[in-house]
């Protein structure tokens, strides 16, 4: 992996920040793309919010891009563009937490502080024998602390790299090659024969599902886009004037007539039948009816949120996955 053989804080700043809640399959290109239009702190730190998050597009969470756009204007201001050192200065930047923190202060600094990702708890888990579900704040402490007396403080990153790839490639979640394993005569799991019972997970919530009602309204070459300015889902990204219902049924006749005529649009035309999506988010899942119109005239647009877009500019906007797959699918705009 390209940041895998790197000391330069910034890159592995970088890579964590996009992995973070993002399989390495599907970061990669983003750490590549990033690093192609942002070399160096300062030219993150440069850059406006809106290309940042246009390139972070696909990505989900994207306050992970916002928080790593705010800390890269912190690093390349107020340290003159040197990234902090100690495991305190880098947990106090927007967006790093203690996971993260630790990953770059023991790849980038070695720093005695262990990482304890996914793998990390698998292996341990299964190598201690905890029956306790990782999820929980107490069980990570205790596998945190069984990370950090196993690391010492000889070669923290060493100790870091080889129990997390030991984990992704002999100690995995599905068939481990527990007979060729080196710690097998004193792994708890292998010897009480709980390796598939391991690690143990609380039960998963179940997704919260919301019910867009968006309005795709043109004039022309122009759009009626929606900065999504509270703090909910793609805060900061665009998509268009909505209802969000509690239910998937399609707005009725009526209800789209009123809707149009209360924010000035009584002339408005259906150009197309509506149609459906659906995206599915960690903790939501996300139903979206699309409703296409076309407005001889537009009036004064009726929230500040609201804003003219050119068709030919929409490309350079940050949409959430369900609106850009929208507008390819239905519009042919990429």
Same mark, same amino acid.
């Given at each position: 992996?390209? !940041?895998?053989? /790197?000391? @330069?804080?910034?890159?592995?700043?970088?890579?964590?920040?996009?992995?973070?809640?993002?399989?390495?399959?599907?970061? !990669?290109?983003?750490?590549?793309?990033? *690093?192609?239009?942002?070399?160096? *702190?300062?030219?993150?730190?440069?850059?406006?919010?809106?290309? =940042?998050?246009?390139? !972070?597009?696909?990505?989900?969470?994207?306050?992970?891009?916002?928080?790593?756009?705010?800390?890269?204007?912190?690093?390349?201001?107020?340290?003159?563009?040197?990234?902090?050192?100690?495991? &305190?200065?880098?947990?106090?930047?927007?967006? *790093?937490?203690?996971?993260? #923190? #630790? #990953?770059? +202060?023991?790849?980038?600094? @070695?720093?005695?502080?262990? *990482?304890? @990702?996914?793998?990390?708890?698998? =292996?341990?888990?299964?190598?201690?024998?905890?029956?306790?579900? =990782?999820?929980?704040?107490?069980?990570?402490?205790?596998?945190?602390? $069984?990370?950090?007396?196993?690391? +010492?403080?000889?070669?923290?990153?060493?100790?870091?790299?080889?129990?997390?790839?030991?984990?992704?490639? %002999?100690?995995?979640?599905?068939?481990?090659?527990? %007979?060729?394993?080196?710690? $097998?005569?004193?792994? #708890?799991?292998? %010897?009480l024969d709980l390796v598939d019972k391991l690690p143990v997970k609380s039960p998963r919530k179940k997704r919260k599902k919301r019910f867009f009602h968006y309005y795709f309204l043109s004039?022309?070459?122009?759009?009626?886009?929606?900065?999504?300015?509270?703090?909910?889902?793609?805060?900061?990204?665009?998509?268009?004037?909505?209802?969000?219902?509690?239910?998937?049924?399609?707005?009725?006749?009526?209800?789209?007539?009123?809707?149009?005529?209360?924010?000035?649009?009584?002339?408005?035309?259906?150009?197309? &039948?509506?149609?459906?999506? /659906?995206?599915?988010?960690?903790h939501q899942s996300i139903h979206a009816i699309f409703y296409a119109y076309e407005i001889s005239e537009i009036p004064r647009l009726p929230h500040d949120t609201w804003h003219l877009a050119?068709?030919?500019?929409?490309?350079?906007?940050?949409?959430?996955?369900?609106?850009?797959?929208?507008?390819?699918?239905?519009?042919?705009?990429?």
């Open positions: 992996m390209p !940041w895998s053989n /790197t000391k @330069d804080p910034y890159l592995i700043w970088l890579s964590e920040i996009i992995l973070q809640q993002t399989r390495v399959s599907q970061g !990669w290109a983003y750490y590549e793309k990033f *690093v192609r239009h942002y070399p160096t *702190v300062h030219d993150l730190a440069a850059a406006s919010e809106a290309r =940042v998050l246009k390139d !972070w597009q696909g990505l989900g969470y994207n306050s992970r891009a916002r928080n790593m756009h705010a800390a890269a204007k912190y690093i390349a201001g107020e340290l003159a563009g040197k990234f902090p050192a100690t495991y &305190s200065e880098i947990l106090g930047l927007k967006g *790093v937490g203690p996971y993260t #923190a #630790a #990953a770059i +202060g023991s790849f980038a600094f @070695d720093l005695p502080y262990p *990482v304890v @990702d996914g793998n990390v708890k698998r =292996v341990l888990s299964r190598y201690f024998g905890i029956s306790e579900p =990782v999820d929980l704040p107490s069980t990570h402490r205790d596998i945190e602390n $069984k990370a950090r007396s196993l690391m +010492g403080s000889h070669q923290p990153s060493e100790f870091n790299q080889a129990i997390m790839n030991f984990g992704a490639l %002999q100690c995995t979640p599905i068939n481990p090659g527990c %007979q060729t394993c080196p710690m $097998k005569a004193s792994c #708890a799991g292998f %010897q004039s022309g070459d122009q759009v009626i886009l929606r900065k999504r300015t509270a703090r909910d889902i793609w805060q900061h990204m665009y998509d268009f004037p909505v209802i969000e219902n509690r239910s998937r049924s399609r707005q009725s006749v009526a209800n789209r007539k009123a809707f149009l005529e209360e924010h000035g649009f009584a002339q408005a035309n259906r150009t197309s &039948s509506p149609v459906q999506y /659906t995206q599915l988010l960690t050119d068709r030919k500019n929409l490309s350079t906007f940050a949409f959430p996955k369900i609106i850009a797959r929208y507008l390819e699918e239905q519009w042919g705009l990429k």
